[in-house]
């Protein structure tokens, strides 16, 4: 029979599928008995899926620019030239 | 929609190939593709913009100077990752703070993970909060993290890195990522329990 303890140390491989079928099995009868463990298992599934779905924020224009005018200069020294259209950030 | 667009079709092998043999639009492609990750990453890191940005733009110098010691036996983009956390490392040795920061782990890591909010959340935090509001919220909560459960997380959660991928880019071994990540979700999980749980199932919230 898994405890509590036992359920919090596999919580993480559970969530990412990384357990073998009999451990997974007992972790799932645990949580059918313990409404405490069956709730920190719910809130670790939302939070990690509302950290799944955050995009990286557009990256400020200027930051992009000084970005690309570096990478221009390396281009240039290595003696090649970055051709035009390359400056402009990501859609 | 546009990140969508921007992915699909993006072969990030036959970039990094023609990229080795001068095409510098195949690189700039590369760079476009994911300044932004290495930017959230450097940033998560170092806490700084400033900083960030320098880590950026070495990262990508780097990157492309030694183009030709890429192995291809990783990701492109695990092999960026480690190139910019080692310069993000660097970057705070550099500032003499008193603030410190490694990528080791604490000397508390071999304690049990811990659990102090257990409550059902009050919906979707998505459908309760505005994006912006949100993302602060989710922002702040990670950089409470110990930077060595913070850089993890990052990868593994929102970057979606594999386990594999991680050790690689960090430099750890499995466990060491195994182990981090685990903390790091338990703490996070704990942390907006205690913002989005629901008020009623909270003990405590009238007292």
Redesign the interface.
């Known amino acids: 029979m898994l405890t509590c303890k036992d359920f919090l140390r596999e919580l993480s491989d559970y969530l990412d599928g990384a357990i073998d079928v009999e451990l997974r099995a007992g972790l799932e009868l645990h949580i059918t008995e313990c409404p405490n463990c069956w709730v920190i298992l719910d809130t670790s599934k939302q939070t990690i899926r509302i950290y799944r779905g955050m995009e990286p924020q557009q990256l400020p224009q200027d930051v992009h620019d000084r970005l690309m005018a570096a990478l221009q200069r390396k281009m240039t020294a290595k003696g090649r030239s970055l051709r035009a259209g390359f400056t402009s950030p990501p859609a | 929609m ?2 969508a ?2 992915t699909a079709g993006f072969d990030e092998q036959g970039l990094v190939q023609r990229a080795r043999q ?1 095409d ?2 195949a ?2 492609r590369l ?3 994911y ?3 290495i ?2 990453l450097a940033k998560r890191i170092t806490d700084s913009d400033e900083d960030a ?1 320098d880590v ?2 070495e990262a ?2 780097k990157a ?2 030694h183009l030709d010691d890429f192995q291809g036996n990783s990701k492109f983009y695990t092999w960026l990752v480690r190139i910019a956390v080692n310069e993000s490392l660097m970057k705070l040795r550099k500032r003499k703070t008193r603030r410190t920061i490694s990528l080791d782990e604490p000397a508390d890591g071999a304690e ?2 811990m ?1 102090r909010e ?4 009050d919906g979707n ?2 459908d309760q909060y505005a994006q912006e509001e ?2 602060s919220i ?1 922002e702040s909560a ?1 950089q409470t993290l110990k930077p060595a459960f913070r850089i993890v ?1 990052t990868l593994r ?2 970057d ?1 890195l594999s ?1 594999e991928e991680t050790a690689q880019a960090l430099g750890l071994s499995i466990p060491a990522v ?1 182990s981090r ?2 903390r790091a ?2 703490e ?2 704990d942390r ?2 205690r913002a989005f749980k629901k008020k009623g199932d909270d003990v405590f919230a009238y007292l």
Do not use: C, N
């Not at chain 2, 257990?118 to 959340?121: E, Q, Y």
């Open positions: 546009e990140a667009e921007a001068g510098q639009q690189f700039s760079v476009s593709e300044e932004r990750k930017f959230r940005e950026l733009q990508f110098l492309y100077e049990e993970p659990v257990i409550a059902v959340w935090p998505e949100l993302r989710l990670v997380f959660d929102i979606e386990t195994k990540l685990l979700r338990l996070l999980r907006l329990t």
